[in-house]
Protein backbone atom coordinates (compact mmCIF):
# COMPACT_ATOMS: atom_id res chain seq x y z
CA UNK A 1 0.00 0.00 0.00
CA UNK A 2 2.89 2.42 0.25
CA UNK A 3 3.86 2.24 -3.24
CA UNK A 4 0.63 1.38 -4.77
CA UNK A 5 -0.94 4.70 -4.13
CA UNK A 6 -3.60 4.53 -6.66
CA UNK A 7 -5.04 1.55 -4.70
CA UNK A 8 -4.14 3.15 -1.34
CA UNK A 9 -6.33 6.35 -2.62
CA UNK A 10 -9.33 4.64 -4.09
CA UNK A 11 -9.96 2.66 -0.80
CA UNK A 12 -9.32 6.46 1.33
CA UNK A 13 -11.87 8.05 -1.37
CA UNK A 14 -14.36 4.81 -0.75
CA UNK A 15 -13.81 4.59 2.70
CA UNK A 16 -14.45 8.31 2.94
CA UNK A 17 -17.38 8.05 1.42
CA UNK A 18 -19.07 4.92 3.36
CA UNK A 19 -18.17 6.38 6.45
CA UNK A 20 -20.39 9.45 5.73
CA UNK A 21 -23.03 7.41 4.65
CA UNK A 22 -22.40 5.38 7.68
CA UNK A 23 -22.52 8.27 9.85
CA UNK A 24 -25.33 10.23 8.47
CA UNK A 25 -27.19 10.29 11.68
CA UNK A 26 -24.60 11.94 13.30
CA UNK A 27 -23.40 14.06 10.60
CA UNK A 28 -27.03 15.60 10.17
CA UNK A 29 -29.63 15.65 12.63
CA UNK A 30 -32.26 16.56 9.64
CA UNK A 31 -34.92 14.23 8.38
CA UNK A 32 -34.20 13.80 4.57
CA UNK A 33 -37.71 13.42 3.44
CA UNK A 34 -39.39 16.31 5.89
CA UNK A 35 -40.08 19.12 3.59
CA UNK A 36 -40.89 22.88 4.80
CA UNK A 37 -41.83 25.01 1.81
CA UNK A 38 -40.66 27.93 3.75
CA UNK A 39 -36.92 27.14 3.48
CA UNK A 40 -37.12 25.72 -0.12
CA UNK A 41 -34.24 26.79 -2.36
CA UNK A 42 -32.04 28.19 0.34
CA UNK A 43 -28.08 28.59 -0.65
CA UNK A 44 -25.41 26.43 1.13
CA UNK A 45 -24.55 27.95 4.25
CA UNK A 46 -28.13 29.65 5.25
CA UNK A 47 -29.80 26.37 5.83
CA UNK A 48 -27.56 23.69 6.52
CA UNK A 49 -24.18 23.36 5.33
CA UNK A 50 -25.16 22.44 1.55
CA UNK A 51 -28.60 24.12 1.95
CA UNK A 52 -31.89 22.56 1.18
CA UNK A 53 -33.98 22.02 -2.24
CA UNK A 54 -37.24 23.23 -3.85
CA UNK A 55 -39.30 21.53 -1.25
CA UNK A 56 -37.33 22.93 1.82
CA UNK A 57 -35.58 19.79 2.50
CA UNK A 58 -31.98 19.80 4.24
CA UNK A 59 -29.41 18.62 1.12
CA UNK A 60 -27.00 17.75 3.58
CA UNK A 61 -29.19 15.02 4.80
CA UNK A 62 -30.29 13.94 1.48
CA UNK A 63 -26.61 12.72 -0.49
CA UNK A 64 -25.38 11.29 3.20
CA UNK A 65 -28.56 9.27 3.31
CA UNK A 66 -28.39 8.93 -0.57
CA UNK A 67 -24.71 7.62 0.17
CA UNK A 68 -26.56 4.71 1.24
CA UNK A 69 -28.83 3.64 -0.69
CA UNK A 70 -26.40 4.65 -3.94
CA UNK A 71 -23.86 2.24 -2.25
CA UNK A 72 -25.49 -0.66 -1.06
CA UNK A 73 -28.12 -1.06 -3.64
CA UNK A 74 -24.50 -1.05 -6.42
CA UNK A 75 -22.82 -3.90 -4.01
CA UNK A 76 -25.97 -5.91 -4.10
CA UNK A 77 -26.39 -5.91 -7.47
CA UNK A 78 -22.24 -6.50 -7.55
CA UNK A 79 -22.74 -9.31 -5.54
CA UNK A 80 -25.66 -10.94 -7.61
CA UNK A 81 -23.90 -10.54 -10.56
CA UNK A 82 -20.16 -11.77 -9.62
CA UNK A 83 -22.15 -15.03 -8.18
CA UNK A 84 -24.17 -15.79 -10.78
CA UNK A 85 -21.69 -14.84 -13.53
CA UNK A 86 -18.41 -16.88 -11.70
CA UNK A 87 -20.70 -20.05 -11.41
CA UNK A 88 -22.06 -19.82 -15.20
CA UNK A 89 -18.73 -19.33 -16.32
CA UNK A 90 -17.05 -22.12 -14.14
CA UNK A 91 -19.80 -24.43 -15.17
CA UNK A 92 -19.69 -23.18 -18.66
CA UNK A 93 -15.99 -23.74 -19.41
CA UNK A 94 -15.39 -26.61 -17.51
CA UNK A 95 -17.99 -28.96 -18.44
CA UNK A 96 -18.93 -27.71 -22.20
CA UNK A 97 -20.98 -29.64 -24.38
CA UNK A 98 -24.94 -28.55 -23.89
CA UNK A 99 -23.79 -26.57 -20.87
CA UNK A 100 -21.69 -23.96 -22.24
CA UNK A 101 -24.43 -24.32 -25.51
CA UNK A 102 -27.02 -23.08 -23.50
CA UNK A 103 -25.17 -20.50 -21.32
CA UNK A 104 -23.43 -18.65 -24.11
CA UNK A 105 -27.05 -18.89 -26.20
CA UNK A 106 -28.46 -16.68 -23.42
CA UNK A 107 -25.11 -14.48 -23.44
CA UNK A 108 -24.99 -13.65 -27.03
CA UNK A 109 -28.81 -13.13 -27.05
CA UNK A 110 -28.33 -10.94 -24.17
CA UNK A 111 -25.36 -9.46 -25.74
CA UNK A 112 -27.50 -8.48 -28.63
CA UNK A 113 -29.03 -5.72 -26.85
CA UNK A 114 -26.76 -2.57 -25.22
CA UNK A 115 -27.45 -2.83 -21.47
CA UNK A 116 -29.60 0.25 -20.68
CA UNK A 117 -32.23 -0.60 -22.76
CA UNK A 118 -32.67 -3.86 -21.96
CA UNK A 119 -32.53 -2.33 -18.61
CA UNK A 120 -34.67 -0.08 -19.50
CA UNK A 121 -37.10 -2.52 -21.57
CA UNK A 122 -37.39 -4.29 -18.31
CA UNK A 123 -37.88 -1.70 -15.92
CA UNK A 124 -40.59 -0.79 -18.46
CA UNK A 125 -42.56 -4.34 -18.13
CA UNK A 126 -42.16 -4.45 -14.73
CA UNK A 127 -42.49 -1.14 -13.45
CA UNK A 128 -40.83 1.81 -12.10
CA UNK A 129 -39.28 1.04 -8.52
CA UNK A 130 -35.76 0.42 -6.95
CA UNK A 131 -36.24 -3.41 -7.02
CA UNK A 132 -37.12 -3.48 -10.24
CA UNK A 133 -34.37 -1.59 -11.22
CA UNK A 134 -31.88 -3.72 -8.99
CA UNK A 135 -33.11 -6.79 -11.10
CA UNK A 136 -32.71 -5.09 -14.32
CA UNK A 137 -29.22 -4.18 -14.21
CA UNK A 138 -28.56 -7.41 -12.86
CA UNK A 139 -30.10 -9.11 -16.34
CA UNK A 140 -27.05 -7.56 -17.77
CA UNK A 141 -24.17 -6.95 -15.59
CA UNK A 142 -23.58 -10.65 -15.21
CA UNK A 143 -22.69 -11.11 -18.37
CA UNK A 144 -18.98 -10.04 -18.29
CA UNK A 145 -17.93 -12.08 -15.32
CA UNK A 146 -19.70 -15.45 -17.33
CA UNK A 147 -17.22 -14.32 -19.87
CA UNK A 148 -13.92 -14.05 -18.01
CA UNK A 149 -14.68 -16.46 -15.96
CA UNK A 150 -15.49 -19.05 -19.02
CA UNK A 151 -12.55 -18.22 -20.87
CA UNK A 152 -9.78 -18.38 -17.98
CA UNK A 153 -11.73 -22.06 -17.04
CA UNK A 154 -11.33 -22.94 -20.28
CA UNK A 155 -7.50 -22.14 -20.44
CA UNK A 156 -6.94 -23.65 -17.11
CA UNK A 157 -8.44 -27.26 -17.29
CA UNK A 158 -5.60 -27.84 -20.13
CA UNK A 159 -3.01 -27.22 -17.61
CA UNK A 160 -0.52 -29.94 -15.83
CA UNK A 161 -2.01 -29.67 -12.15
CA UNK A 162 -5.77 -29.77 -12.96
CA UNK A 163 -4.94 -32.96 -15.19
CA UNK A 164 -2.86 -34.13 -12.02
CA UNK A 165 -5.60 -33.69 -10.36
CA UNK A 166 -7.93 -35.77 -12.21
CA UNK A 167 -5.50 -38.45 -12.15
CA UNK A 168 -5.59 -38.35 -8.75
CA UNK A 169 -9.40 -39.13 -8.06
CA UNK A 170 -10.48 -35.41 -7.32
CA UNK A 171 -14.36 -35.40 -8.14
CA UNK A 172 -15.24 -32.16 -10.77
CA UNK A 173 -16.36 -30.25 -7.83
CA UNK A 174 -13.21 -30.20 -5.83
CA UNK A 175 -11.24 -29.59 -9.06
CA UNK A 176 -13.56 -26.43 -9.58
CA UNK A 177 -13.86 -25.30 -6.33
CA UNK A 178 -9.94 -26.27 -4.79
CA UNK A 179 -8.09 -25.52 -8.26
CA UNK A 180 -9.77 -23.36 -10.67
CA UNK A 181 -11.68 -21.00 -8.86
CA UNK A 182 -8.82 -19.91 -6.83
CA UNK A 183 -7.09 -18.88 -10.05
CA UNK A 184 -9.75 -17.00 -11.27
CA UNK A 185 -10.51 -14.84 -7.99
CA UNK A 186 -7.87 -11.86 -8.91
CA UNK A 187 -9.09 -11.29 -12.16
CA UNK A 188 -12.36 -11.26 -11.17
CA UNK A 189 -11.32 -9.16 -8.15
CA UNK A 190 -10.14 -6.60 -10.72
CA UNK A 191 -13.06 -6.83 -12.90
CA UNK A 192 -15.37 -6.30 -10.02
CA UNK A 193 -13.75 -3.13 -8.15
CA UNK A 194 -13.57 -1.48 -12.06
CA UNK A 195 -17.17 -2.25 -12.77
CA UNK A 196 -18.53 -0.87 -9.44
CA UNK A 197 -18.32 2.93 -10.59
CA UNK A 198 -20.52 1.54 -14.23
CA UNK A 199 -23.27 -0.11 -11.81
CA UNK A 200 -23.49 2.97 -9.92
CA UNK A 201 -23.77 5.38 -13.07
CA UNK A 202 -26.47 2.75 -14.57
CA UNK A 203 -28.33 2.48 -11.56
CA UNK A 204 -28.19 7.05 -11.59
CA UNK A 205 -29.18 6.97 -14.86
CA UNK A 206 -32.58 4.79 -14.47
CA UNK A 207 -33.41 6.64 -11.52
CA UNK A 208 -32.55 10.12 -13.59
CA UNK A 209 -35.08 8.71 -16.22
CA UNK A 210 -37.61 8.42 -13.03
CA UNK A 211 -37.72 4.61 -13.54
CA UNK A 212 -35.62 3.90 -9.95
CA UNK A 213 -35.73 5.32 -6.40
CA UNK A 214 -38.94 6.83 -6.34
CA UNK A 215 -39.73 10.00 -4.26
CA UNK A 216 -38.64 10.43 -1.35
CA UNK A 217 -35.80 7.94 -1.60
CA UNK A 218 -32.88 10.00 -1.34
CA UNK A 219 -30.95 8.67 -3.75
CA UNK A 220 -28.22 10.38 -5.90
CA UNK A 221 -30.04 9.64 -9.88
CA UNK A 222 -33.45 10.53 -8.62
CA UNK A 223 -31.68 13.89 -6.71
CA UNK A 224 -30.32 14.47 -9.89
CA UNK A 225 -33.85 14.44 -11.57
CA UNK A 226 -35.26 16.54 -9.27
CA UNK A 227 -32.43 19.26 -9.95
CA UNK A 228 -32.46 19.14 -13.64
CA UNK A 229 -35.73 22.02 -13.46
CA UNK A 230 -33.95 24.46 -10.99
CA UNK A 231 -30.30 24.78 -12.27
CA UNK A 232 -30.50 28.48 -13.00
CA UNK A 233 -31.77 29.38 -9.28
CA UNK A 234 -30.55 26.35 -7.66
CA UNK A 235 -27.28 24.50 -8.77
CA UNK A 236 -26.23 23.17 -5.19
CA UNK A 237 -29.11 20.90 -6.36
CA UNK A 238 -27.28 19.06 -9.07
CA UNK A 239 -23.32 20.25 -7.77
CA UNK A 240 -23.67 18.01 -4.65
CA UNK A 241 -24.99 14.54 -5.55
CA UNK A 242 -22.70 14.87 -9.22
CA UNK A 243 -20.31 14.94 -6.95
CA UNK A 244 -20.84 12.20 -4.80
CA UNK A 245 -21.57 10.20 -7.53
CA UNK A 246 -18.05 11.21 -9.59
CA UNK A 247 -16.26 10.82 -6.56
CA UNK A 248 -17.37 6.64 -6.11
CA UNK A 249 -16.78 6.10 -9.72
CA UNK A 250 -13.16 7.73 -9.40
CA UNK A 251 -12.34 6.09 -5.98
CA UNK A 252 -13.40 2.62 -7.37
CA UNK A 253 -11.02 3.32 -10.34
CA UNK A 254 -8.14 4.12 -8.90
CA UNK A 255 -9.05 0.97 -6.44
CA UNK A 256 -9.21 -1.42 -9.41
CA UNK A 257 -6.04 -0.12 -11.39
CA UNK A 258 -4.22 -0.19 -8.02
CA UNK A 259 -5.52 -3.83 -7.55
CA UNK A 260 -5.13 -5.18 -11.29
CA UNK A 261 -1.06 -3.86 -10.67
CA UNK A 262 -0.90 -5.69 -7.25
CA UNK A 263 -2.35 -8.74 -8.48
CA UNK A 264 -0.30 -9.43 -11.61
CA UNK A 265 3.03 -9.17 -9.66
CA UNK A 266 5.19 -12.42 -10.02
CA UNK A 267 3.49 -15.41 -7.83
CA UNK A 268 5.20 -16.77 -4.96
CA UNK A 269 5.54 -20.44 -5.02
CA UNK A 270 3.40 -22.89 -6.33
CA UNK A 271 1.36 -26.04 -5.71
CA UNK A 272 1.60 -29.13 -8.24
CA UNK A 273 -2.01 -29.84 -7.42
CA UNK A 274 -1.60 -33.63 -6.59
CA UNK A 275 -3.57 -33.50 -3.57
CA UNK A 276 -7.34 -32.46 -3.80
CA UNK A 277 -6.95 -30.77 -0.42
CA UNK A 278 -4.06 -28.14 -2.42
CA UNK A 279 -5.02 -25.37 -4.81
CA UNK A 280 -3.41 -25.54 -8.15
CA UNK A 281 -0.50 -22.75 -9.02
CA UNK A 282 -1.77 -19.73 -8.34
CA UNK A 283 -0.71 -17.24 -10.59
CA UNK A 284 -1.18 -13.98 -8.48
CA UNK A 285 -4.56 -12.96 -10.84
CA UNK A 286 -2.63 -13.03 -14.06
CA UNK A 287 -4.15 -13.22 -17.27
CA UNK A 288 -3.33 -16.33 -18.38
Request: with cysteine.
Amino acid sequence: MRWNWKMALGLGMIGALALLGILAPLLSHADPAATDLMLRLKPPGTVGLLGTDHLGRDMLARVLYGTRCSMGVSFLILGVSVLTGTLLGLLSGYFGGMADGAISSVMEVLLAFPGLILSLTVVGILGPGLWHTVWAICLTSWIGYARLVRGMTLTLREKEFVKAAVLGGCSHWAILGRHILPNLLGNVAIYAAANVGSITAQLASLSFLGLGAQPPTPEWGAMLNEAKGFLSVAPWMAIFPGVALVWMACGFHLFGDGLAGLLRQDPQGSSDGKECGKGGAFTGGRTL
